[in-house]
């Protein structure tokens, strides 16, 4: 975390503890309680921006996936999409939310779907915002660090650093603030954050989004879906997809930003979900 950021709360799950807040109002006096989940390799650190603005109006909550920023971390630890779904599920449990407004970005949007899906979480509304959901998913990049995690955790620490530092940067289509590619290459390095680092592609592949993609026509409740048109991790076209297969969902185009939306255009982002969150 960094000094503008950080979460004052913890629970124990079935994947380790996890770190989390809650920004705004009490709900009995704001309005529909909202939930965002980041993806990979990111942290609740992304939605920081955005959190701030749509906590004026209502409580947000936030959390780190097992793995992820400061939530734990171990060797051998579960943090595939299967393990996040049933730690969401855990969470709204334990936060008491019984139908809230989710908005879910990069792999996080996995993460809502199977806890929806499979897991019997209610929501009242679903933002999904350059997700992985359809096939196929994962950047060449990605496919080839997943494929041979064990021979880039050998990387020295500093071609290790240099490595995470190219590919994070490369999910903005603006170019990431130097303050901001630190904060969000901080976490993975180190010999824990190495580790955690190739832990979580490794164990992340399609057949998480396979098991649920047909069911997409399911969904019974309002969905936006939000994408940065200079996507290149999760191309565009994906949007259109999505949108189409979700029945009833409203398609959001954000005109020159990447898949880390969140960065590139962070004012355009927060009035999109606004408007969908009412």
């Keep these: 975390m960094t000094a503008d950021w950080s979460l004052d ?12 807040t809650v920004l705004g109002p009490h709900e009995a006096d704001g309005g529909e309680p909202v939930v965002l989940l980041h993806g990979t390799p ?3 650190w992304t939605w920081r921006a955005v959190a701030r603005a749509l906590a004026a109006r209502r409580p947000v909550y936030l959390w780190d996936m097992p793995g ?25 449990d334990h936060w008491g939310l019984a139908e809230p407004a989710v908005v879910a970005h990069d792999f996080g949007g996995c993460v809502a779907l199977r806890a929806h899906l499979l897991h019997g ?12 959901a359809l096939a196929p998913w994962g950047s060449p990049s990605y496919r080839l660090l997943g494929e041979h995690a064990e021979v880039f955790g050998q990387l020295p620490p500093a071609l290790h650093e240099a490595m995470v530092r190219a590919y994070i940067g490369s999910a903005s289509a603006r170019g990431l603030r130097e303050d ?13 954050g190495r580790a955690a680092f190739h832990r979580q592609i490794a164990q992340n592949d399609q057949r998480w989004t396979d098991e649920i993609e047909g069911r997409y026509g399911e969904l019974a409740l309002p969905v936006l879906v939000c994408w940065g048109t200079e996507d290149s991790w999760v191309p565009v076209d994906r949007a259109h ?3 189409a297969t979700v029945r009833g969902a ?4 954000i005109e020159g930003a990447g898949h880390l939306v969140q960065e590139d255009a962070p004012a355009e982002l927060t009035a999109a979900l606004g408007e969908f969150l009412g």
């Design 241 to 243: 997809r999505l949108a």
């Design 9 to 20: 709360r913890t629970v124990r799950t079935s994947s380790g503890t996890v770190r989390w």
């Design 250 to 253: 409203r398609l959001r185009l």
């Design 180 to 192: 901001a590619l630190d904060a969000l290459v901080a976490p993975w390095t180190g010999a824990g």
């Design 42 to 44: 990111w942290s609740s």
């Design 68 to 92: 992820y920023g400061a939530s734990e971390a171990y060797e051998g630890q579960d943090v595939s999409l299967a393990a996040q779904g049933r730690v969401f599920a855990e969470l709204l």
């Design 121 to 132: 979480a209610r929501y009242a509304r679903l933002a999904l915002v350059d997700v992985v």
